[in-house]
């Protein structure tokens, strides 16, 4: 695999630096019951999941038709994007390709190459910096571009967004509008859960709780929560704490009667949003006979879309150092603690 080419050519529209065009690069999704398992397999390719884990995973997409909303997601963020680009007349195209399904990356960066697309910045759906949520998709996008060669457009990846001030308003919209509703519900945001081992590697954590801290500041609140949902692996593999089940528990133990839940760590309604959160922690908490209200993800907010784009046309090079988000070393290669 060679080294992702970073260096990207810019043209000048109106006094407005641009690049070729904008790529939208996310994690992908089934779009029916017979895409389950094969796209399951994708995500689980190198990892030691059983066929029988996967096939008990795939039951989740399957009780919504075996659709997951991400790749509808996806298409409306593109359409949002090109709106706002077409409204300050920055007449660039925005592809969109996917790590696990269709359209997959590779397939998109031939797309481009075959429109004569010959440089582009790409935004990750992924707003946190994490091996799994950053450095990965850097490995895809490099994997790409060498298998579709020497036309392969040069991408230059924009950094994680998670302090970017139209993120953390669209958060503080969707956050504030339900405390309007229950302006005493205890807050709790949800990120993935990540190994303990990724986590070590990575920011993860810390700008998770610099990002809950500055959205809480925005709509007027000090009392909130962090956990964290949707971990896989082996049960003897330490992924991050708490749940949010277990702290649903915790907090009706506290006397909470009314929680609202912020998915901080998602930009769009994933399965892990609409099964995990909307499906199992909503029966959670009904059955500890508590209120319980999940704020939309950022989707295609206003402020999220512009921030966006205001990255894609003035773009920097990334701030993370070499050494960031590095793959997890197996147990064995861990230094003693």
């Given at each position: 695999?060679?080294?992702?080419?970073?260096?990207?050519?810019?043209?000048?529209?109106?006094?407005?630096?641009?690049?070729?065009?904008?790529?939208?690069?996310?994690?992908?999704?089934?779009?029916?019951?017979?895409?389950?398992?094969?796209?399951?397999?994708?995500?689980?390719?190198?990892?030691?999941?059983?066929?029988?884990?996967?096939?008990?995973?795939?039951?989740?997409?399957?009780?919504?038709?075996?659709?997951?909303?991400?790749?509808?997601?996806?298409?409306?963020?593109?359409?949002?994007?090109?709106?706002?680009?077409?409204?300050?007349?920055?007449?660039?195209?925005?592809?969109?390709?996917?790590?696990?399904?269709?359209?997959?990356?590779?397939?998109?960066?031939?797309?481009?190459?075959?429109?004569?697309?010959?440089?582009?910045?790409?935004?990750?759906?992924?707003?946190?910096?994490?091996?799994?949520?950053?450095?990965?998709?850097?490995?895809?996008?490099?994997?790409?571009?060498?298998?579709?060669?020497?036309?392969?457009?040069?991408?230059?990846?924009?950094?994680?967004?998670?302090?970017?001030?139209?993120?953390?308003?669209?958060?503080?919209?969707?956050?504030?509008?339900?405390?309007?509703?229950?302006?005493?519900?205890?807050?709790?945001?949800?990120?993935?859960?990540?190994?303990?081992?990724?986590?070590?590697?990575?920011?993860?954590?810390?700008?998770?709780?610099?990002?809950?801290?500055?959205?809480?500041?925005?709509?007027?609140?000090?009392?909130?929560?962090?956990?964290?949902?949707?971990?896989?692996?082996?049960?003897?593999?330490?992924?991050?704490?708490?749940?949010?089940?277990?702290?649903?528990?915790r907090l009706t133990k506290a006397?909470?009667?009314?929680?609202?839940?912020?998915?901080?760590?998602?930009?769009?309604?994933?399965?892990?949003?609409?099964?995990?959160?909307?499906?199992?922690?909503?029966?959670?908490?009904?059955?500890?006979?508590?209120?319980?209200?999940?704020?939309?993800?950022?989707?295609?907010?206003?402020?999220?879309?512009?921030?966006i784009v205001d990255m894609a046309?003035?773009?920097?090079?990334?701030?993370?150092?070499?050494?960031?988000?590095?793959?997890?070393?197996?147990?064995?290669?861990?230094?003693?603690?």
């Amino acid at each position: 695999m060679g080294y992702p080419r970073y260096s990207y050519r810019l043209a000048i529209a109106q006094g407005v630096i641009l690049p070729d065009a904008l790529l939208v690069v996310s994690f992908g999704g089934p779009e029916g019951p017979e895409d389950v398992m094969p796209f399951l397999r994708n995500v689980a390719r190198g990892r030691a999941i059983s066929e029988q884990r996967l096939s008990a995973v795939a039951e989740h997409y399957h009780l919504f038709g075996g659709i997951s909303p991400i790749n509808q997601c996806n298409r409306q963020l593109v359409a949002a994007l090109e709106q706002e680009l077409a409204g300050r007349n920055a007449h660039i195209p925005v592809y969109w390709g996917n790590r696990n399904w269709h359209p997959l990356l590779v397939d998109t960066l031939a797309q481009m190459a075959s429109d004569g697309i010959t440089s582009a910045v790409a935004l990750t759906t992924s707003a946190f910096g994490s091996y799994s949520g950053c450095r990965q998709y850097t490995e895809d996008i490099a994997q790409a571009q060498n298998t579709v060669g020497a036309t392969a457009p040069i991408i230059h990846k924009l950094p994680p967004f998670w302090n970017q001030v139209g993120f953390l308003e669209a958060v503080a919209h969707h956050l504030n509008a339900a405390l309007r509703q229950e302006p005493n519900a205890a807050v709790v945001f949800t990120a993935h859960s990540i190994p303990e081992a990724m986590a070590a590697t990575a920011p993860y954590v810390s700008q998770l709780e610099q990002a809950c801290t500055q959205v809480a500041a925005q709509v007027g609140i000090s009392d909130w929560h962090l956990a964290y949902q949707s971990r896989s692996g082996p049960p003897q593999v330490p992924w991050l704490e708490p749940d949010i089940c277990a702290e649903l528990e915790r907090l009706t133990k506290a006397g909470a009667t009314n929680i609202i839940v912020v998915p901080i760590g998602f930009v769009a309604d994933h399965m892990e949003v609409i099964y995990d959160l909307d499906t199992e922690a909503q029966q959670r908490a009904s059955e500890l006979g508590i209120g319980f209200w999940r704020v939309p993800t950022v989707g295609t907010h206003p402020s999220f879309v512009k921030m966006i784009v205001d990255m894609a046309v003035a773009p920097t090079p990334s701030p993370c150092p070499a050494s960031c988000c590095l793959a997890p070393l197996p147990p064995t290669q861990r230094p003693a603690s």
